[in-house]
């Protein structure tokens, strides 16, 4: 069987609380179901390295990376170190240099986990976004000039490339043609942003010609958060651009009960590089050393790990045993109601295996 090897980094906060039963959970169930085996390696990259070292990511670090066939990332970000850092000295940079391009973020409403909206039954909140992942709004392109003065001034550029619009809808209308409902929605504002918003527009208008059989519209940003809230049944496959993608995912993930759950995939569809998988919620550090982190939605993103490396069964048991977990409803963390550590949960997870 193939070896894959796997570039940890836990990181900062509940990072490594939260990864650690992941591994386990992963070890678990390829012991069980097989399909290959994974070498782990663990990177001390983090903010207390980077304060012992003055780095976050060594000189080498990069080409470290780039030796591995995925990375599963736990969280960055301290309070004590600026995000100039961590999350645009390791994160961002490695979505760049990685051509990670497609940011997955799936958001579905598990039977055993009470939504805040009302009456939404289980399965009825079914939803997969496609977050470009590069480029737009969270290029690293303007300045500041006057810095700290009456002048001050700053400049934001949004960047957007016909080639980067196109790769990454591409992507959600092919994931769109094989999911049930084959359906698909674009993210946009070009009423108010005329130029790489329409940009976006004209390239997911010519995209769509090719996929007669997905059932493809366009939504302002502002009507789809109502819509995330109001209706969010309604949606399937969602494609949006970095920033309304990321703002977006955070309310799907609230809506289906918790961050806890928010698993998340950071891929290179033509696997130059290696993609990385990390759990949405961030280091939250108001509590870490707690043992209270909700372990799953890392685990979740094992998931789509395995998904990656073609470890299919593997993955799909991990659902399965998620899902099992929370629709019995006895070993809950605290952010779902319960009461459960974060240990405990992970190893709800492996008896379901």
Known sequence: MATSRIAVIAGDGIGPEVIEPAIQVVD?????FGGGTLEWNRLPWSSAYYKQTGHIVPSDGWETLAKHDAILLGAVGSPDVPETVTVHGLLLPMRRKFDQYVNLRPAYLYDGVPSPLKNKAPGSIDMIVYRENTEGEYAPVGGRLYEGTA?????????????GCERIIRAAFE??????????TSITKSNALPFGMVLWDDVFNSVKKE??????????????????VRKPEVFDVVVASNLFGDILTDLSAMVTGSVGLASSANINPERT?????????????????????????A????????????????????RAAVAAVLKEGKVMSPDLGGTASTTQVAEAVMAAI
């Open 28 to 32: 678990a169930v390829i012991r069980k």
């Open 151 to 163: 002048a001050d001034i700053a400049i934001q550029t949004a960047v957007f490339t016909r080639r």
């Open 273 to 297: 590089f290696p993609s990385m998988f990390e759990p949405v919620h961030g280091s939250a550090p108001d509590i870490a050393g707690k043992g209270i982190a909700n372990p799953l939605a």
């Open 299 to 318: 685990i979740l993103s094992t998931a789509l790990m395995l998904d990656h490396l073609t470890m299919t069964a593997a993955a799909d048991a991990i």
């Open 175 to 184: 994931a769109a043609r094989k999911r049930p409902r084959k359906k698909l």
């Open 211 to 228: 996929y007669p059989d997905v059932q493809a519209g366009s939504l302002l940003v502002d009507a789809a958060a109502m819509d995330f």
